[in-house]
Structure formats: C-alpha cells, structure tokens
C-alpha cells in the first residue's frame, strides 16, 4: 500500500504534435491528467525562442486549469567529441532550465546523446559527467533539477548508475522508464534498484518485441511489464517513506504517426493507469 499523496498523472505532449500548448493544458485537465511533461526543443510544444508574456500566459492556463508541469524535454548531445557541439548543450540545457522554472516545472529531462567519434565507454562518461557537472553549476539559483533519460546506447543502467554516483547533487536524477530498458533487454527491477532514490519521475509506455523488433502499443496490450514494475516502484516507496513520483504517458505520436491520435489514446491510457494505481492504494 502507497503512503502519502497520490500519484499524479502526467502525459507527454510527445502524443500531441498537432496541439498548440493551451490546447494540451485544455485536453489534458479534460481526459483527467495531473500534469504535463512538455516537449521542448526546435520541435517541442514550447520553445526556449518564447517571449515572457507568453511564458506567464502558459503558466497562468496550467493553474486555472489545476494542472502542474512536471518536466521540460531538452535534446543535448552531452557525449560528443566536439568543442562546439559539448557547448551548444550545456547553453540549451541552462535555456531549458530557465523556461521550466518559468512554468514552475521542478525538472528538466535531459538526454546523455550519441557518441559522435569512437571515444571509449570512459571517456563518453567523462565528458557526460564534466557537462551534467557545469550545467547545475550554471543553473545553481534557479532551483530546477536535472533528470537523465536512459537512452539510445545508453539506456541500460549499467550505463547511467556510474553518473549518477559521480555527482552527488540532489539536483541530478533520473527519468526510469520502464519501457525503453524493457526493449534493450533489462528488466524493471534492474533498473529500479540502480536508481532508487534518485527516481525524478516514471514513464511508462507498452510495446511488444526487443530491439529492431520493438513496436509501441497500447497499455496493457503489450509485453512490458508495467504493473509488476509499479507494485515494486510502490514498495521501494514506501519503504524509504517518500511519495509516489508523477507516473507519465510517453504516448510517443510525434515519433510514430501511425499510433492513435491523443485524442483517443489519452482517455484510454488514464483510465487504465488510475486503475493500476489505485490497487495499489494511490489513487490518481
């Protein structure tokens, strides 16, 4: 049994690249979500590119609609070789910074990148570190974490647990989602117990297959799996007497169009979360 709040629910506006950002604050408090994680970047729901005004016009649209924001996606290239590329990053991850903190989102996901030149598993973590390190030296004030997002030849805890344990910044966590390492071949619990206590929040998508094999589903209809995961999640919780982080649907139509708009898959992945949480005592 979950102690302490409720789990809030969030969704990715991943699965929403046709809504503008008070249409995702709009649908989202209608299909009964909690919160939104935004999708920042050249493509993302909101831009670092956006004047103030508009920032407190979002800000001011999540609170009227009882909403909170839980993350802002940022899409650096933390492990490449290049001078240029290594501070075009850190600059995109202190921009993001700042506009999370504008929509009082408490963290910014941040991708580990793709090596770019054949350095050593070392070395890619050497300059994964030096960067995380500058990037919360920059952002010290403004009082938003960082969060790392297993991923791409680096989604395996194996991979992410050793950068962790290299800065001890309470600012610096990390996104588990399930899916992505369930799909490279880890199970939940690996990567639950290489991460706990630095969990910022959880993804959760479903899908069937591994590697070249893996395609998205929809809740439920998969292989990965997400109950087991969350019932574990939720006794590591209460073990340590903390609350459920924000559990989000990575509902990823911006990737994948042929996945089902979000105005049909959104209701459906809420219906069938809120059911999961709630045996387990939290409801959303």
């Known amino acids: 049994m979950i102690t302490g709040r ?18 995702a604050v709009a649908k989202g408090a209608a299909y009964g979500f909690d919160a939104i994680e935004w999708r920042g970047g050249p493509d993302g729901t909101i831009r670092v590119a956006w004047a ?20 802002v996606t940022a899409y650096p290239n933390l492990l490449s ?3 240029a590329e290594h501070a075009r990053s850190i600059a995109t991850i202190v921009e993001h910074v700042q506009l999370a903190s504008d929509l009082d989102a408490p963290a910014v996901r941040v991708f580990l990148g793709i090596a770019d030149d054949g350095a050593p598993e070392s070395e890619l973590r050497r300059r994964a570190i030096a960067s995380l390190e500058e990037a919360l030296r920059r952002t010290r004030d403004v009082g938003v974490a960082l ?3 297993p991923h791409d030849d680096h989604v395996r805890a194996e991979h992410v647990r ?3 344990d290299a800065i001890a910044d309470p600012r610096l966590g990390v996104v588990w989602d399930i899916a992505n390492a369930w799909s490279a071949g880890e199970q939940p619990g690996v990567g639950l117990k290489a991460y706990d206590g630095r969990i910022v929040w959880v993804q959760v998508k479903d899908g069937i297959g591994r590697g070249r094999n893996w395609r998205l589903c929809e809740l439920g209809a998969g292989e990965v799996p997400l109950e087991a995961a969350l019932t574990d999640l939720a006794a590591s919780i209460t073990a340590r007497g903390a609350p459920m982080p924000p559990i989000s649907l990575e509902w990823e139509r911006a990737w994948h169009p042929d996945l089902a708009p979000a105005d049909v898959a959104l209701p459906a992945a809420h219906r069938w ?4 949480l709630a045996r387990l005592g939290s409801p959303a």
């Open 147 to 149: 969060a790392i997002e």
């Open 52 to 71: 103030d005004g508009r920032r407190r016009d979002l800000r001011q649209a999540i609170r009227q609609a009882g909403m909170s924001s839980i993350a």
């Open 162 to 164: 050793p950068v962790l």
């Open 81 to 83: 070789g290049d001078p």
């Open 273 to 276: 979360l809120a059911e999961r």
């Open 6 to 23: 409720p789990a809030p629910l969030a969704y990715s506006t991943l699965a929403c690249p046709e809504w503008d950002a008070l249409e």
